[in-house]
């Protein structure tokens, strides 16, 4: 038996020698055109997760399997991708690589980084946002918000602006599927995570203007996602003091999956709010997508969600301190009850994509989306607000207003949309057109409760003499199913002369809802051109007609009568409201530090008509529910895009717009009226510690325009304190990669990367405003309490790669 042990130890032993003896070794050095050294180049073995990066001499060095074929592919953003077959390699090879200029990369629409906008669609790289330190914990919409003409004043939330529009006029696809967002979400509190998860996201495209007609009757941006599809078995499991995550793949070449798991709980976020309590959040969300491809006509891809986030909250005070130095105002709080909230949402997309030769396409899909909401909430408070410094009653100023209030909530809706699609490619020379029909079903099923009474020195608001009202009180009780049907044909034409380089992209979209027995005609044109003698510069120009088609909460018309009682009834009578919109743009491209550079600018002008006027209370939007204003948007944005630090992505926006609504005889501004934005994103690394980066991601733009609940902003608004916020991160790859480009053939050798990061939201602990409370005395007069955001905190994170 000892005999038998000991044979049984050798022969292992010699097994694993034999292993390791079996691997290649490839090193060299890859260079560029001028004979310079590229670096940060990636060394990629095809099929495998097997990488590594060229150090700042270009040199690279990596091991893998002995197989009969090894294919190495090169790549870096400017220059063209190289690829070399190795036919049976065995030992140490040395394989040197030049790598040339990639001259087309700016007309080119399948490259990231620096694609120009052709057919009014921006493509971004998916790892810019991975590094990015934001409360959300590296989302796709944290990084828009840096963007020229997107806004978001609300660290918490995922939501956005863009260009003067309010958060849903803004379309977001997942895999060609159109995806919602929870209706009655009030607060970034509520709203937990995004419905993208960044592990899995392996394109984005994005269009803050002049979009094509493929996508949806929305008025201001498109936002379209595709999930990756993995190489190999890989995975990623991230850990913060916020949460975790975690996304494993697999490939075996006809079936590909990748699933992804998150779990949020920012009860530290939430702490350094001024409402103090038990904060007790949980967000969940798992996703996965999945394709199969039995042979080279068809596949198959599924693509599903599940999202829960609850949130339960027990208010105990709250203390603020507002106004100016020379009028500051103190308001105290003490709260009794609590608050319970649940978001459920369920998506689910199947499609069938049938390549019927190399120039057509079609595609069959059907998806649904499912969500199940309540927002529920008996809180009591007692209230004081002071002449700060004057200590109640005695002192200059003294007491302003003592109350007490009660607000209650039993909001419940469930809603679905079923969508089937039928959508086809076709490629004849140089055109290029899409076309498809789309049904969709939804059904509301909505019960709304919500009132507040409002006791101010001892006397109910309103003070009325025949008993005692409500200050607000609202019912819904509706059951509502419409069906929509559009359809869309467009074609994209790319010529070239011995002048400049062209784009054409022309379309139209019709669209019908029977709830109001509309018929929609949405013409859209893109055209750009790239002199041949000046193919640094391309310049662009669009045109088209866009209708917000209305989704449920937008005719929703609430009427009251003269004791605050409202009832919501559906308005049969809603039309889409529409923007004609015409932008002009230019990119300019050029090479600094021997690094590449891109400018970009844009002028738009909107004119507005049908418009739904609408007021923000946080993330909450109130519609009017009926068609009763009109407008105009107008507005410049600019961005500089560049490498300001080889092999790391930053960016610099700068938007300036304007905005004016004719509501009820009078011109006031868009509720999103921002006059001006600038956005930061910069990226960084130590030369002498490459292993060693810095992120910082800035923010700061005009206040959003409110007013006092229940008024119409033609009565009166003010404006909100600029936004204002700055958030830093520092991280060591602790694993990965070395400066020598050569990777350890050892344990580690399975993981890509090990990083630890810190990082300090609001670096500058600046107080931004999301919302107002109102507080109004015996006298009627109101007083704006500003509801501040998140104060600084730190966040360690600790993400891996295998």
């Given at each position: 038996?000892?005999?038998?042990?000991?044979?049984?130890?050798?022969?292992?032993?010699?097994?694993?020698?034999?292993?390791?003896?079996e691997?290649?070794?490839i090193?060299?050095?890859?260079?560029?055109?001028?004979?310079?050294?590229?670096?940060?180049a990636?060394?990629?073995?095809?099929?495998?997760?097997?990488?590594?990066?060229?150090?700042?001499?270009?040199?690279?060095?990596?091991?893998?399997?002995?197989?009969?074929?090894?294919?190495?592919?090169?790549?870096?953003i400017?220059?063209?991708?190289?690829?070399?077959?190795?036919?049976?390699?065995?030992?140490d090879?040395?394989?040197?690589?030049?790598?040339?200029p990639?001259?087309?990369?700016?007309?080119?629409?399948?490259?990231?980084?620096?694609r120009?906008?052709?057919?009014?669609?921006?493509?971004?790289?998916?790892?810019?946002?991975?590094?990015?330190?934001?409360?959300?914990?590296?989302?796709?919409?944290?990084?828009?918000t840096?963007?020229?003409?997107?806004?978001?004043?609300?660290?918490?939330?995922?939501?956005?602006?863009?260009?003067?529009?309010?958060?849903?006029?803004?379309?977001?696809?997942?895999?060609?599927?159109?995806?919602y967002?929870?209706?009655?979400?009030?607060?970034?509190?509520?709203?937990?995570?995004?419905?993208?998860?960044?592990?899995?996201?392996?394109?984005?495209?994005?269009?803050?203007?002049?979009?094509?007609?493929?996508?949806?009757?929305?008025?201001?941006?498109?936002?379209?996602?595709?999930?990756?599809?993995?190489?190999?078995?890989?995975?990623?499991?991230?850990?913060?003091?916020?949460?975790?995550?975690?996304?494993?793949?697999?490939?075996?070449?006809?079936?590909?999956?990748?699933?992804?798991l998150?779990?949020?709980?920012?009860?530290?976020?939430?702490?350094?709010?001024?409402?103090?309590?038990?904060?007790?959040?949980?967000?969940?969300?798992?996703?996965?997508?999945?394709?199969?491809?039995?042979?080279?006509?068809?596949?198959?891809?599924?693509?599903?969600?599940?999202s829960?986030?609850?949130?339960?909250?027990?208010?105990?005070?709250?203390?603020?301190?507002?106004?100016?130095?020379?009028?500051?105002?103190?308001?105290?709080?003490?709260?009794?009850?609590?608050?319970?909230?649940?978001?459920?949402?369920?998506?689910?997309?199947?499609?069938?994509?049938?390549?019927?030769?190399?120039?057509?396409?079609?595609?069959?899909?059907?998806?649904?989306?499912?969500?199940?909401?309540?927002?529920?909430?008996?809180?009591?408070?007692?209230?004081?607000?002071?002449?700060?410094?004057?200590?109640?009653?005695?002192?200059?100023?003294?007491?302003?207003?003592?109350?007490?209030?009660?607000?209650?909530?039993?909001?419940?809706?469930?809603?679905?949309?079923?969508?089937?699609?039928?959508?086809?490619?076709?490629?004849?020379?140089?055109?290029?057109?899409?076309?498809?029909?789309?049904?969709?079903?939804?059904s509301?099923?909505?019960?709304?409760?919500?009132?507040?009474?409002?006791?101010?020195?001892?006397?109910?608001?309103?003070?009325?003499?025949?008993?005692?009202?409500?200050?607000?009180?609202?019912?819904?009780?509706?059951?509502?199913?419409?069906?929509?049907?559009?359809?869309?044909a467009?074609?994209?034409?790319?010529?070239?002369?011995n002048?400049a380089?062209?784009?054409?992209?022309?379309?139209?979209?019709?669209?019908?809802?029977?709830?109001?027995?509309?018929?929609?005609?949405?013409?859209?044109?893109?055209?750009?051109?790239?002199?041949?003698e000046?193919?640094?510069?391309?310049?662009?120009?669009?045109?088209?007609?866009?209708?917000?088609?209305?989704?449920?909460?937008?005719?929703?018309?609430?009427?009251?009568?003269?004791?605050?009682?409202?009832?919501?009834?559906?308005?049969?009578?809603?039309?889409?409201?529409?923007?004609?919109?015409?932008?002009?743009?230019?990119?300019?491209?050029?090479?600094?530090?021997?690094?590449?550079?891109?400018?970009?600018?844009?002028?738009?002008?909107k004119n507005?008509?049908n418009?739904?006027?609408?007021?923000y209370?946080?993330?909450?939007?109130?519609?009017?529910?009926?068609?009763?204003?009109?407008?105009?948007?107008?507005?410049?944005?600019f961005?500089?895009?560049?490498?300001?630090?080889?092999?790391?992505d930053?960016w610099?926006?700068?938007?300036?717009?304007?905005?004016?609504q004719?509501?009820?005889?009078?011109?006031?501004?868009?509720?999103?009226?921002?006059?001006?934005?600038?956005?930061?994103?910069?990226?960084?690394?130590?030369?002498?510690?490459?292993?060693?980066?810095?992120s910082?991601?800035?923010?700061?733009?005009?206040?959003?325009?409110?007013?006092?609940?229940?008024?119409s902003?033609?009565?009166a608004?003010?404006?909100?304190?600029?936004?204002?916020?700055?958030?830093?991160?520092?991280?060591?790859?602790?694993?990965?990669a070395?400066?020598?480009?050569?990777?350890?053939?050892?344990?580690?050798?399975?993981?890509?990367?090990?990083?630890?990061?810190?990082?300090?939201?609001?670096?500058?602990?600046?107080?931004?405003?999301?919302?107002?409370?109102?507080?109004t005395?015996?006298?009627?007069?109101q007083?704006?309490?500003?509801?501040y955001?998140?104060?600084?905190?730190?966040?360690l994170?600790?993400?891996?790669?295998?």
């Amino acid at each position: 038996m000892k005999f038998r042990s000991a044979l049984i130890f050798i022969l292992s032993a010699a097994s694993s020698v034999a292993a390791v003896a079996e691997n290649v070794k490839i090193s060299g050095k890859v260079t560029d055109n001028a004979d310079k050294p590229v670096e940060f180049a990636t060394v990629r073995i095809a099929g495998t997760a097997v990488g590594t990066n060229t150090d700042l001499k270009g040199l690279y060095s990596l091991s893998v399997a002995e197989k009969d074929t090894i294919d190495v592919v090169f790549s870096c953003i400017g220059f063209k991708t190289v690829s070399h077959k190795l036919l049976h390699p065995k030992g140490d090879l040395t394989l040197n690589v030049r790598l040339y200029p990639d001259d087309v990369v700016l007309q080119e629409v399948e490259v990231t980084g620096f694609r120009n906008n052709i057919n009014g669609m921006q493509s971004f790289d998916t790892e810019s946002f991975k590094l990015s330190p934001d409360v959300s914990g590296g989302s796709v919409e944290a990084m828009l918000t840096t963007m020229p003409g997107v806004n978001s004043s609300n660290e918490m939330s995922s939501q956005y602006s863009v260009r003067g529009g309010s958060f849903d006029e803004n379309s977001v696809y997942i895999n060609g599927v159109e995806v919602y967002r929870p209706q009655l979400v009030r607060s970034g509190q509520q709203e937990g995570l995004s419905i993208i998860n960044p592990d899995l996201v392996g394109n984005i495209k994005f269009s803050s203007g002049g979009f094509p007609a493929r996508y949806a009757d929305k008025m201001s941006s498109a936002l379209d996602i595709t999930y990756r599809e993995p190489e190999s078995f890989e995975g990623a499991v991230g850990l913060s003091l916020m949460g975790g995550n975690l996304a494993l793949g697999q490939n075996s070449g006809k079936f590909s999956q990748i699933h992804g798991l998150r779990l949020k709980k920012n009860n530290s976020i939430l702490s350094s709010l001024e409402t103090r309590g038990e904060y007790d959040p949980l967000y969940f969300d798992y996703q996965t997508n999945m394709s199969l491809k039995p042979n080279d006509k068809w596949t198959f891809n599924l693509l599903g969600n599940i999202s829960i986030n609850h949130f339960n909250f027990k208010p105990t005070d709250r203390e603020t301190n507002f106004g100016t130095a020379e009028d500051t105002k103190h308001f105290k709080v003490y709260f009794d009850g609590e608050e319970k909230d649940k978001f459920e949402t369920y998506l689910g997309s199947l499609t069938a994509t049938y390549r019927r030769n190399r120039a057509t396409t079609f595609s069959l899909g059907v998806s649904a989306f499912l969500t199940n909401e309540l927002v529920s909430y008996d809180i009591s408070g007692e209230y004081w607000l002071d002449q700060a410094g004057t200590g109640g009653s005695e002192g200059v100023g003294g007491q302003l207003g003592v109350g007490k209030y009660m607000e209650h909530s039993r909001n419940r809706l469930k809603a679905s949309v079923i969508q089937a699609a039928l959508k086809g490619t076709t490629v004849v020379k140089r055109n290029n057109i899409s076309y498809g029909i789309v049904y969709q079903r939804e059904s509301f099923r909505d019960r709304t409760k919500e009132w507040e009474w409002r006791d101010s020195a001892g006397y109910s608001l309103p003070t009325l003499p025949e008993g005692v009202h409500l200050i607000y009180n609202l019912a819904s009780r509706q059951d509502v199913s419409t069906n929509r049907v559009a359809l869309y044909a467009e074609d994209a034409i790319y010529f070239d002369t011995n002048k400049a380089y062209m784009t054409l992209n022309a379309g139209v979209r019709l669209s019908y809802w029977d709830f109001n027995e509309e018929f929609l005609f949405s013409p859209r044109v893109n055209f750009s051109i790239s002199p041949v003698e000046h193919n640094r510069w391309l310049f662009r120009a669009a045109l088209g007609m866009y209708y917000q088609s209305p989704f449920y909460k937008e005719y929703r018309e609430a009427r009251s009568d003269d004791y605050g009682n409202s009832i919501v009834r559906l308005n049969r009578d809603i039309k889409s409201p529409r923007s004609i919109q015409f932008l002009i743009g230019t990119d300019y491209t050029f090479r600094a530090m021997n690094r590449p550079f891109k400018i970009t600018a844009e002028a738009y002008y909107k004119n507005l008509a049908n418009l739904i006027s609408y007021e923000y209370d946080n993330l909450k939007i109130n519609y009017s529910g009926v068609n009763d204003s009109k407008g105009y948007i107008m507005g410049l944005d600019f961005k500089l895009f560049g490498q300001f630090v080889a092999g790391s992505d930053s960016w610099l926006s700068f938007s300036l717009m304007k905005t004016q609504q004719d509501l009820n005889g009078k011109k006031v501004p868009l509720p999103s009226d921002q006059r001006y934005s600038l956005g930061l994103y910069f990226t960084d690394y130590f030369p002498k510690f490459p292993k060693l980066k810095f992120s910082l991601k800035g923010v700061f733009s005009d206040g959003l325009t409110m007013t006092a609940p229940r008024v119409s902003r033609d009565k009166a608004y003010f404006r909100a304190p600029a936004y204002k916020r700055v958030d830093i991160g520092v991280s060591y790859q602790l694993v990965g990669a070395p400066s020598d480009g050569v990777r350890p053939y050892n344990f580690w050798r399975h993981f890509k990367s090990i990083v630890i990061g810190l990082e300090c939201f609001n670096l500058f602990d600046i107080s931004n405003v999301s919302s107002y409370y109102w507080v109004t005395d015996v006298n009627n007069i109101q007083y704006a309490v500003p509801n501040y955001l998140t104060q600084r905190q730190l966040n360690l994170r600790l993400s891996c790669e295998f």
